[in-house]
């Protein structure tokens, strides 16, 4: 096969679905070590129905964040709401990983989590101390002073095998509407945030097994308070969302 026909080939595969592999074909990728026992999680936050258009018409991409602690159960509202939204999107689709970055997050000891499907606990799996090393994950530094990230990873053997050639793209469409859910939720209960692309490679390739191979970390999500420097933010940001009328 020539250089060319090869290429053609691999651009053809992101136009066109390929043949899924055969199921089963390659083991699943394991999960990230845990470094410390499971954590109990309490019950996430309750969806506010309702305020979708009063949150989108508020919505700002925020990136500076008062250093005060994220309400847990308002965090993992969020991330329940986004993970539903894929699952009823997507059904059937091997699941998104969420992982949970936590820098100041109320009853979690600073730490990156896997957090369990089911939302009972969070297993710590990466170790973190001090900013400098939130700095590490991430390439733009702001997001370093996020209360937490939310970061989706996703099986490509996986993809590849239920997609073919547009396992990849499928699994980052799905990433991106779970990353908007969560953030809009987060807006709702009164954070501010922005999603974006994520950590950098090398940061996570280890301790989250993420090669790019068979897990990639797919997209993020930064949230917390509201911060006092407005400068590179447009707007007034989430804040004067308006309480939910009874």
Known sequence: M???????????SFREPGAPTAPGARPATPPPDAIGPPVPLPAAAAPRPGLLAEVLTHRRAIRHFRAEPVDLATLLGAVADGMAADRARWPGEHPLIPVLVAQHVAGLPPAVYRLDPGGATATPVMALAGRAAYEELTLQKEFATAGAIVSLLGDLDAADSAHGGAGYRTLMTRAGGAGYQMWLSAISHGL???????????????????????????????????????????????????????
């Open 192 to 246: 501010v945030g922005s999603v974006f692309a994520g950590f950098l490679p090398a940061a996570v390739r280890t301790p989250l097994r993420c090669d790019g191979v068979t897990r990639h970390q797919l997209f993020a999500l930064a949230v917390g308070p509201p911060g006092a420097d407005p400068s590179t933010s447009a707007g007034t940001g989430p804040a004067d969302v308006p309480q939910e009328r009874g």
């Open 2 to 12: 020539s250089a060319i026909s090869l290429t053609v080939d691999v651009l053809r």
